[in-house]
């Protein structure tokens, strides 16, 4: 049977049917060579890829130019560039800004106290309870709010939150080592105080950075302001505005007047540096920045000029106050172990106050305690300043240190830590005197000066006297000895301008005075003018009983926080100050001193000979002082008359009554009483021995 034309034509591929070269094509396919198949598809994606490679190959250096036009990019290599990192940049922004959650905020119930310990490790006290009262806005006034955002972030209201350059500036700062900047904006000051640490990494500043912006965007700027005003540090245990405005003023917030609040305004730049209280450098920094805040509110249009121009006062804030916890020597203790802590290890106040540390120090219980009884017992027997105007506003401070390796073993910082704030073991404003004349002495020595022959002391073992170098010059007529014994200062003024002033402070500060307390290089520098505190000339007069070797003064032996210690708290080495021959002749005088002021001893087992140092009659100075030493403890003891509201020292004339001799009679008895108190007792005859 044969099929329709048409049909037929179908099936034989007729170019009626295909368009006249379908049927051709497939021939010349089947008749080709047999081997010839479609390429695989990996083959396929192979030329794929390949293709794609030619079409972004990067042309750089770029072909077919010369010189620096060859290492130039083009503009499609830099464009293309740029929106690949501008991509990846927002893609990893993105990321991590949602994956950064907003954690709870800081319980304050569950701070922990920073704790200190007795040299025995026995608890001292607890620092640390949250001192903070939250308010609200309304009960803040707005001049005080206009003042705190004038000076920390004018642009409060209108700013994203956060500050880049601030937060890129403080990053390259940490890194660096150096001090952390400033220019965070006020919702990253809350941030940081309501849900991050205070530690100091470029870890925590991106957190911060991405937080910022999450409150920004779920919280309004009135609830972040009050956040912040409840939450930030002014120094003084105070935690938020009512706290401060208790600590500085003694009101609550709502009546603090806008030159006040200037004031806690410019404190929360740092405390340490701007609680006028602390320091004459603090009061200067804290009366420039707050008449600054207030002249900032003038420029950012919240305060008039002529409402400015009312404040012209500045605000005195009332004394800080210690919590009762610190009663007693404890807050003189404290306040000097924190002094430490932050020169070793740059912990802040803040940090301190924050919690978790675990502080153990070098002081002796039982001998803080004898030290105070020490005092109080003479003051009680010899001063009576109902009767005698003149026994009024006396005040002691007093310091021992252990001589083999510097340890502070105890002070007396006044009455009260918590109604004398002052810590006078560790102040810097009583001249020294002829306390100071041993360093003169010193001095001369190490210059090849010779003093005229020294006397025999009965039970000292001076060596001889320094040799002293061809071409030296001889003073026969300046017995430097004597007049240290006598207290005579014509010798000392001779001697200063025989070889200068500033081979003295070099002395002194090589023994472990501080250059801060030198006074000026004048005449009478070498008769005392200087004002160390009671620790460090303590701590200077060890030099002479241990071959001239000088120990800097620690409390701390160490610092711990979450069962970590916190590094800078190895043991201070010694550094030779003098040479041991210098130690040795200063020393006999010293013993003579001794001797002189206290007598043979009075009991077997009273700490004598000892090495001493001493105020006298001659001096016209308005402090009385008295540095004992024995080879277990250097103990110096100072006396003066002051008043707060007046700023130099009151004179010492008729302190005890009229033969008291300028007051000079009782750091040597306050002295006494301490070391009879805690000295070791005497060893037992052995067996069968007799005592002589």
Do not use: C
């Amino acid at each position: 049977m044969r099929l329709p034309r048409k049909r037929r034509a179908h099936r034989t591929g007729s170019p009626e049917r295909t368009g006249g070269t379908g049927g051709t094509e497939r021939a010349e396919r089947a008749e080709g060579p047999k081997h010839t198949r479609r390429p695989s598809r990996r083959a396929r994606s192979r030329r794929r890829a390949a293709r794609t490679v030619r079409r972004l190959r990067i042309d750089f250096p770029r072909s077919g130019l010369r010189g620096w036009r060859r290492w130039t990019p083009s503009w499609k290599l830099t464009s293309g560039l740029f929106l690949l990192s501008t991509g990846a940049l927002t893609g990893l922004f993105t990321a991590v800004y949602l994956q950064v959650k907003i954690p709870d905020a800081h319980d304050s119930a569950r701070r922990q106290a920073t704790v200190y310990y007795w040299a025995d490790g026995s608890r001292m006290v607890s620092v640390g309870d949250v001192n903070r009262q939250d308010v609200t806005l309304s009960q803040v006034p707005e001049s005080v709010q206009r003042a705190v955002i004038a000076a920390e972030n004018a642009d409060f209201y209108s700013d994203s939150g956060v500050s880049v350059t601030g937060i890129a500036r403080a990053a390259v700062s940490i890194v660096k080592g150096k001090e952390t900047q400033g220019g965070s904006t006020i919702t990253q000051q809350y941030v940081k105080n309501t849900y991050l640490s205070q530690d100091q990494t470029v870890q925590r500043k991106v957190k911060e950075f991405f937080l910022a912006l999450k409150v920004s965007n779920q919280q309004s700027k009135t609830e972040i302001f009050e956040g912040y005003l409840n939450t930030s540090w002014f120094g003084r245990d105070a935690y938020g505005v009512q706290a401060a405005s208790y600590a500085y003023y003694g009101i609550p917030a709502k009546e603090l007047n806008p030159s006040q609040g200037a004031l806690l305004a410019a404190v929360l730049k740092g405390a340490e540096s701007f609680d006028p209280s602390r320091s004459d450098g603090n009061r200067q920094r804290a009366e420039d920045r707050w008449s600054w805040i207030l002249d900032r509110q003038v420029q950012t249009g919240s305060m008039s000029a002529e409402e400015r121009a009312k404040y012209t006062e500045f605000p005195e804030p009332k004394p800080p106050a210690k919590p009762t916890s610190q009663a007693g020597q404890v807050g003189y203790l404290v306040d000097i172990v924190n002094k430490y802590v932050k020169s070793r290890s740059g912990l802040t106040d803040k940090d301190l106050a924050s919690g978790g540390y675990h502080v153990h120090t070098t002081f002796d219980k039982t001998k803080v305690l004898a030290l105070a009884k020490a005092v109080e017992k003479v003051r009680a027997e010899r001063l009576d300043p109902k009767t005698r105007p003149d026994d009024d506003h006396v005040q002691v401070g007093a310091a021992s240190v252990r001589p083999s390796d510097g340890a502070i073993v105890a002070v007396y910082g006044g009455s009260d830590a918590i109604t004398h704030f002052s810590n006078n073991a560790d102040t810097s404003g009583v001249p020294a005197a002829s306390a100071f004349k041993p360093f003169v002495y010193a001095a001369a020595l190490e210059q090849g000066l010779t003093s005229g022959e020294r006397p025999a002391i009965e039970g000292s073992e001076p060596g001889p006297l320094r040799p002293r170098p061809q071409g030296a010059p001889t003073i026969p007529y300046l017995n430097l000895y004597s007049s240290l014994v006598d207290s005579d200062h014509t010798p000392f003024v001779e001697i200063g301008k025989k070889i200068g002033l500033n081979k003295i402070k070099e002395m002194a500060v090589a023994s472990g005075l501080r250059e801060e307390s030198m006074a000026k290089l004048e005449p009478t520098f070498a008769i005392g003018t200087s004002t160390p505190s009671a620790v460090r000339l303590a701590s200077a007069y060890t030099t002479f009983i241990n071959k001239g070797r000088a120990t800097e003064p620690y409390s701390v032996t160490k610092v711990e926080r979450d069962g970590t210690a916190v590094d800078g708290f190895d043991r201070p080495k010694k550094r030779q100050a003098m040479s041991p021959e210098v130690a040795s002749i200063v020393g006999a005088a010293l013993r003579q001193v001794g001797r002189t002021a206290l007598g043979p001893p009075k009991a077997q087992n009273a700490p004598f000979p000892a090495w001493a140092g001493k105020t006298g009659t001659n001096d016209r100075m308005k402090s009385a002082w008295f540095i004992g030493m024995t080879e277990e403890l250097s103990t110096s003891v100072a006396m003066f008359r002051t008043k707060p509201d007046v700023p130099q020292l009151l004179p010492m004339q008729g302190v005890g009554g009229p033969d008291s001799d300028r007051g000079n009679a009782f750091p040597p008895l306050i002295w006494e009483a301490y070391h009879q108190a805690v000295a070791p007792a005497p060893a037992a005859p052995a067996a069968g021995s007799s005592s002589p």
